[in-house]
């Protein structure tokens, strides 16, 4: 159920301000991609493109094309709700909805999409909380709150809550940046593990992370302040950390700027 | 744009924590405190005091005023419907006036709180950034409108403007008790005086809905939204649950503020005493005003029972304003532990 | 990322990203539909006013959505439409009323208000006399709102200034809890306590000052509130800072915490003062009225412009509800004036 990504022409604005421009990319099927790049470059700008989020906050808006296995997500009538369901998104803190149980927050997708039947319900819990390596620690206490959870276990609750509408593409926007480094292992074992399912883009600031998570992985960067990002190189990962083609990504990976 | 998954609330909440970690530090080293420091401390705390002495006074100084009337009452003061504190032998009762109050607050409460919880909505969710600032500027233009203009304004061009608006309630509804009238007649009722106060309150609980919508962190809106939410749902689920206790205590507040309305309820509503649900009939009183209507031909006695009816809104409004803070607070409490 | 994956993807078994929609054109269809039909009732049935128009056509075009919306696309989208339609309406419902009170206020009003009126009482001015100004009103009105700040204000600020820096424990909650019943508090409330109290008990005659104290204790709860506010945002580093420097408790709050705060304290007592200024209520009951200039406060009745709004408002001949246009214009220009200058205060404070 996974699919493919492919990306071309596409600019970011919020307002007048031009956030990232004229990015061109493919992403494979079942590949955990990560962005990397300094502050401000755009790479979760792009990512939010990638699900039709960027346009929900005030005066954003994008051109372009994002071809979800050939299906232009911008293209006309499409309808940015069908596309969230069909690409999900982790966000960098973790949000689980605060007066909802741990049980409500997973099977909020699937009740908007109109799934009322108790038994599927309960299935489809288990499944995503199994999936998001938190059923163990959760399954007697489904029905308190969500908000309870400690922040690497709210993480793989809003991870189960994203995966429990079944999406095609899996987003992550710096998903352990709030999280401390037990936690941090806890999520990245799961995105190992989720790779076999879906297609993973993941922004990460943390390059030993995007070193270990990925398959592929592209780098951003913004010339100066105020200038629109750009995609300076995307490859496999271990090139882009060992042999990379561009001089800036070698300095960035290598520390020297960024 | 905070995206903290507690809301701003919490935040105050440890700020209140360092302040009173900082004062308990401060005071510990008391021995040292100044003659002049403790003479400042010592008048903000009578202040403070004061204020506590200003409301035992208002509550004794209405009882005190108020026990020659009830004393020289030859009805029963709760019960009765009657209004006639300066006749002789007296006799005055709160009963048809109380039930004017309530139900004229309630029907303003009915109306108003939909359109107040939609209009917050349309500033927080659905009006683009850039109109929300004058728009939410506009609905406090409402507020700031005075009673009394209401009152005109809903006297001289409400009331004829709101005949056939009625005329077709009583027509088509009247087999519901409520629209009943006799004989079609309406005007003057407590309809009318209800829908201009649901316009007064409108800002008031518009603009707490407002707040509470404000609070509600992006990162919970962008949640729902990437579930594949409409912009309803996305509210359903993110919005209006996390809001609803400010909503609910937001609405109370507006009642308290309905029932205590004078003015514009004296101008638009007949005085009259008696206890109807007939709320297209020109009839209807409130205590509130019926005492800015019989203020001035009151005597000793009716003075008296115009604060004696005083008292009586003063618990009640007190009461309900009671429970909008209790529902906050018990929000409060709550949003406290879950983080 | 070439045609070859586009053209499986056009395939069954596709993603469903195009959502069935309505045209465009369909919404302004539905809408002169609504119309079309409240214009056959209007004819058919009689609807008198202005106002049914507006409901039943609304009505009929959430209708008409609706149902074109399940039918097209589905229920959820058509209930979030729904919704969309109704929340707009919602705030056409705030809006009209705003825009005819103040169209009313200002259409009436301007054609009574003139020099001649503001500068002339209701000495000698019988009801059904067209003459009249309001010059008595405006200077009691002025006189005492200025009073009640005067006593307000520093008593207010003790109050925030305890509740912030030095309350805790029960007592500072206990005054708290009463601020918000103050807060509650009917304005009739204020007045009729100033009535039990000083010219009841006291047996002092009705004064523009009586009506100033029940104007205090409607400031009270509103300046110690927006007081408390501001005191609060000032940082707690900068309290700090100033104990390092060995300067005393209280000269830190009244050299820095209150300088630091006091813009956001200007703007919450303009704020108040605009409230108080319209205030009818608890001056029917304080000060009495008169149809005469009465420039000291402290003797003899004193009239407020709400109340003269009042009371001509109550007479049944016309020029005495003209009158009450051009008092009530006058009032909603001093209000509106006090507001614009509290929300200036607070934006030039904020943009520093």
Not at chain 1, 139 to 165: E, F, T
Not at chain 2, 289 to 296: L, R
Request: charge should be positive.
């Amino acid at each position: 159920m996974a699919t493919r990504i492919d990306v071309s022409g596409l600019t970011a604005y919020y307002g007048k301000f031009k956030a990232v421009s004229d990015i061109h990319f493919s992403i494979e099927p079942k590949s955990v991609t990560a962005f990397i790049g300094p502050s401000g470059c755009g790479k979760s700008t792009v990512l939010r493109t990638l699900n039709r989020m960027h346009e929900v906050l005030p005066a954003a808006r994008v051109e372009g094309r994002v071809l979800l296995d050939g299906e232009d997500l911008y293209g006309p009538g499409v309808d940015p709700v069908n596309v969230r369901r069909a690409v999900g998104m982790v966000f960098q803190r973790p949000n689980p909805f605060p007066t909802m149980s741990i049980y409500d927050n997973v099977v909020a997708g699937l009740r908007l999409n109109g799934v009322r039947k108790k038994s599927l319900l309960d299935e489809r819990v288990e499944e995503s909380l199994r999936g998001a390596n938190l059923w163990e620690e959760v399954k007697d206490r489904l029905g308190r709150p969500g908000a309870g959870l400690s922040g690497g276990q709210q993480q793989r609750l809003c991870i189960a809550r994203a995966i429990a509408v079944e999406p095609q593409v899996l987003l992550m926007d710096e998903p352990c940046s709030a999280l401390d480094p037990i936690s941090t292992l806890a999520i990245e074992d799961l995105i190992s593990k989720l790779k076999s399912s879906y297609t993973i883009v993941i922004v990460t600031h943390n390059m030993q992370q995007a070193a270990r998570v990925s398959d592929t992985t592209a780098f951003f960067t913004l010339d100066r302040t105020g200038d629109p990002g750009r995609l300076v190189e995307m490859d496999r990962t271990e090139k882009i950390f060992s042999n990379p083609t561009e001089k800036r990504t070698e300095e960035y990976i290598t520390g020297r700027f960024g | 744009m905070s995206s903290e998954p507690d809301g701003p609330r919490k935040g105050s909440s440890r700020n209140d924590t360092t302040v009173a970690a900082a004062k308990s530090a401060s005071s510990s080293d008391g021995a040292r405190v100044k003659p002049a420091d403790a003479l400042f401390k010592n008048l903000t705390r009578s202040a403070g005091l004061g204020l506590l002495a200003l409301i035992a006074a208002i509550a004794a100084f209405l009882v005190l005023e108020a026990t020659d009337a009830l004393s020289a009452n030859t009805g029963n003061f709760l019960t009765t419907t009657e209004w006639f504190p300066n006749g002789s032998p007296p006799v005055f009762g709160v009963a048809a006036l109380l039930f004017g109050t309530l139900l004229t607050a309630v029907i303003a409460m009915v109306i108003a709180v939909p359109v107040a919880v939609g209009i917050a909505l349309f500033i927080t969710v659905y009006a683009p950034r850039r109109l929300a600032t004058p728009l939410a500027f506009v609905v406090d233009l409402l507020a700031a409108v005075p009673s009394v203009i209401f009152g005109l304004w809903g006297l001289i061009v409400l009331v004829p403007r709101m005949e056939g608006v009625q005329k077709f309630l009583t027509d088509y509804f009247g087999w519901i008790p409520l629209f009943a009238t006799d004989n079609g007649v309406v005007g003057r009722s407590i309809f009318v005086a209800s829908v201009v106060l649901a316009i007064m309150i409108l800002p008031i609980v518009a603009a707490l809905s407002r707040e509470v919508f404000l609070q509600v962190p992006t990162a919970h809106r962008e949640a729902a939204l990437a579930l594949g939410a409409t912009r309803w749902e996305m509210i359903r689920t993110a919005v209006l649950p996390y809001g609803r206790p400010g909503v609910i205590s937001a609405s109370m507040l507006g009642l308290g503020r309905a029932m205590g309305e004078t003015i514009a309820v004296a101008l638009v509503l007949p005085a009259s005493f008696d206890i109807s649900w007939q709320v297209l009939s020109p009839a209807g009183n409130t205590i509130a005003a019926n005492v800015a209507n019989g203020f001035a031909e009151a005597n000793d006695v009716g003075r008296g029972a115009l604060i004696a009816s005083g008292l009586v809104l003063f618990v009640v409004t007190m009461i309900v304003n009671m429970i909008a803070r209790a529902i906050i607070a018990r929000r409060r409490e709550f949003s406290g532990a879950a983080a | 990322m070439s045609t070859s994956t586009a053209t499986v993807a056009a395939a069954p078994g596709g993603l469903n990203l195009v959502g069935r929609q309505l045209p465009r054109a369909a919404f302004p269809a539905i809408g002169a539909g609504a119309v079309a039909v409240t214009v056959v009732l209007y004819v058919l049935a009689p609807i008198t006013s202005r106002i049914q128009f507006v409901l039943i056509a609304g009505a009929l075009y959430l209708i008409g959505q609706t149902v074109a919306s399940i039918a097209v696309e589905g229920s959820r989208r058509a209930t979030d439409r729904g919704v969309t339609t109704l929340v707009y309406l919602a705030f056409l419902l705030a809006v009209i009323p705003l825009v005819a009170v103040l169209a009313s206020v200002i259409s009436k009003g301007a054609q009574r208000v003139d020099v001649d009126f503001l500068t002339h009482s209701m000495r000698n001015i019988g009801a059904r006399d067209a003459g009249g100004g309001i010059y008595h009103a405006l200077i009691g009105t002025l006189e005492q709102i200025a009073l009640a700040s005067l006593f307000a204000v520093p008593f207010s600020l003790l109050v925030a200034i305890y509740l912030v820096e030095y309350g805790r424990g029960r007592i500072s909650r206990t005054i708290s809890f009463f601020v918000d019943v103050l807060t509650g508090l009917p304005s009739v409330i204020a007045g009729l306590f100033i009535l039990a109290f000083y010219i009841l008990a006291l047996e002092r005659k009705p004064t523009g000052f009586a009506g100033a104290l029940a104007l205090t204790i409607l400031m009270i709860p509103v300046v110690v509130r927006s007081a408390e506010e501001m005191l609060k945002l000032v940082p707690n580093d900068l309290r700090e800072a100033s104990y390092a420097l060995g300067v005393s408790r209280w000269r830190t709050i009244v050299k820095v915490v209150i300088p630091t705060a006091l813009p956001g304290i200007i703007t919450g007592v303009m704020l108040a003062v605009a409230r108080v200024a319209g205030e009818t209520a608890p001056l029917l009951l304080t000060i009495f009225g008169t149809d005469s200039i009465n420039f000291n406060p402290f003797s003899g009745p004193q009239s407020a412009l709400p109340l003269y709004i009042y009371s001509q408002a109550g007479q049944p001949q016309q020029v005495a509800i003209d009158r009450a246009w051009g008092a009530a214009l006058t009032l909603i220009v001093l209000v509106m004036l006090l507001n614009a200058a509290a929300r200036l205060v607070a934006r030039l404070t904020r943009v520093r």
